[in-house]
């Protein structure tokens, strides 16, 4: 069955950086988007970014275009999201999924900016 594995959140000052990765298996990693998404206190799900199955080609919301990169290793069946000068609006717990926003998601890993 499809896993996905969250890891890498923490406590981080604003203007800080973290890595964020998702193992997948239970599926053919390299035939799938991914996409990253959030749920912030209180709030509704988020898209983030998005990542084709060859890594060539990504997309981000706006709130974060310029600070985040996604990417992929697809031999290691691993999914990156870096992020740096972090905000505390940043803070929410992190998933990453397969294909888009509804499907199958990890159990998700905190990142929380606060100084």
């Known amino acids: 069955q499809v896993q996905l594995v969250e890891s890498g959140g923490n406590l981080v000052q604003p203007g800080g950086s973290l890595r964020l990765s998702c193992a997948a298996s239970g599926f053919t990693f390299s035939d799938w988007g991914m996409v990253w998404v959030r749920q912030a206190p209180g709030k509704g799900l988020e898209w983030v970014s998005g990542?084709?199955?060859?890594?060539?080609?990504?997309g981000y919301a706006d709130f974060v275009k310029g600070r985040f990169t996604i990417s992929r290793d697809n031999a290691k069946n691993v999914l990156y999201l870096q992020m740096d000068s972090l905000k505390p609006e940043d803070t929410a717990i992190y998933y990453c999924?397969?294909?888009?926003?509804?499907?199958?998601r990890g159990q998700g890993t905190q990142v929380t900016v606060s100084s």
């Open positions: 990542i084709n199955s060859g890594g060539r080609s990504t």
């Open positions: 999924a397969r294909g888009n926003a509804s499907g199958p």
